[in-house]
């Protein structure tokens, strides 16, 4: 009897044996499977973050660049603003400067369209224009070499005399030179204008060109 069950045991523990280490196996697979799932799962989530990071990277340097662009279109937009401005304002100043020679050029081409009294021709240029337009504004010819002494000794009928203590200007050197605009516009150029000028302050104040002389004598002006 003993022998049978002898072998009967060994049989069982053999079985038992066997299902233990492939209960035991199961559960290795089982766990090593897990592990392997936890890897790939940590892998992921690193992989994720690590995406994460480059786009937020990316996004920085793209809200930089994004920034430096429109400051240098802004810089830009400035520089070109004031370059127009300053060409405009060449522009005008360039405008104005040939409008200024046209005038001029004008004026001394033609300063006095009128006629010329016979009594006048013995003068010539800026005096014969003056004695001419006295005649005109209802003087003598008697009157005329007061008036040709009294505007020799004030600017010597240049009409470009200006006085650098006092600031007078002209043939008449009047004070300032802007008072002959009500005269005309062209005033600092014209000698026509400075004469009419001229001529109705010496009406105004002296009544004649000699009354005028006479006053300069006694004082050292008019």
């Known amino acids: ?3 049978p069950w002898t072998r009967f045991g060994i049989r ?8 233990v280490g492939v209960g035991g196996g199961y559960y290795v697979g089982q766990y090593r499977d897990d592990q392997r799932q936890g890897i790939d799962a940590q892998l992921a989530a690193d992989a ?18 994004t920034a430096q662009q429109r400051e240098a279109q802004r810089l830009a937009a400035e520089k070109a603003q004031a370059a127009a401005k300053a060409e405009a304002e060449r522009v005008s100043k360039a405008e104005d400067e040939a409008s200024r020679r046209k005038r001029e050029k004008e004026a001394a081409a033609k300063p006095y369209d009128g006629p010329i009294p016979t009594s006048c021709k013995e003068y010539s240029g800026n005096r014969q224009i003056g004695c001419a337009m006295m005649i005109d504004a209802g003087f003598p010819i008697s009157e005329f070499p007061c008036l040709e002494k009294l505007w020799t000794k004030e600017s010597g009928w240049n009409h470009k005399a200006r006085n650098s203590s006092s600031g007078a200007y002209g043939i008449a050197q009047a004070y300032p030179g802007s008072k002959m605009a009500s005269a005309g516009s062209d005033w600092q150029t014209n000698p026509a204008t400075q004469i009419k000028w001229g001529l109705g302050y010496v009406k105004g104040r002296y009544k004649t060109p000699c009354g005028a002389w006479t006053y300069f004598q006694n004082n050292g002006s008019y």
């Open 48 to 65: 994720t973050q690590e995406e994460i990071g480059f786009l937020k990277e990316r996004q920085r340097e793209y809200t930089i660049a």
């Open 12 to 19: 069982a523990l053999a079985l038992a044996l066997l299902l």
């Open 1 to 3: 009897m003993s022998r």
